[in-house]
């Protein structure tokens, strides 16, 4: 299994749209978990339109050990599976403050998955926030989309320097 995930501090960098297209190009011929850890949600409302469809099985509530990894999978196709985000996830900080060994939460939980998917692409925040961390601390790859202007190429060098402080968790 190879986790990729689509990383940038700058928002509106198409790192949804990316995502979207990389899951639905590799689900052609593997079997591909899509995660949305963005509490933006973009790449969640491209999938479902009844939020009561994803209601305590998003990946707020798979982090929070409310639910199991199992519960929040979301079918999309046959090789494509889903787990949505929610609104409510920008309160993941705060809720998980007193958890020791929190950076690795996502880690340990794809791993429960691995025999199953042959790809996880996750679709993180534009931020530096724990829920970015836990995204590149759970990668293999990391692509860092951009767009050809000013602020978006100057948030690749401070994208980087996060992927590298997490290199030392």
């Known amino acids: ?9 700058k928002g509106g960098t198409a790192k949804s749209t990316s995502a979207i297209s990389i899951a639905n190009v590799l689900s052609q ?4 978990l899509l995660l949305d850890i963005d509490s933006n949600n973009s790449l969640t409302s491209h999938y479902i ?23 929040c999978l979301i079918p999309i196709s046959n090789n494509l599976h889903l787990i949505p985000s929610e609104i409510e996830l920008c309160l993941i900080e705060r809720e998980l ?12 939980l794809l791993n429960e998955v691995q025999n ?17 961390k836990l995204a590149i601390i759970s990668s293999d790859i990391i692509i860092i989309p951009t767009q050809l202007e000013k602020w978006a190429v100057r948030g690749i060098n401070a994208t980087i320097q996060m992927i590298t402080d997490c290199q030392s968790v």
């Open 1 to 9: 299994m190879k986790t990729i995930s689509l990383i940038s501090t």
């Open 29 to 32: 011929n593997h079997k591909v």
């Open 49 to 71: 339109v009844n939020i009561s469809e994803i209601e305590n099985k998003t990946i707020r509530q798979l982090l929070k050990s409310e639910v199991n990894i199992h519960e």
């Open 97 to 108: 403050s007193g958890i020791t060994n929190q950076m690795f939460l996502l880690y340990d």
């Open 116 to 132: 199953i998917y042959d790809f996880i692409i996750i679709d993180s925040a534009p931020s530096m926030g724990l829920t970015t």
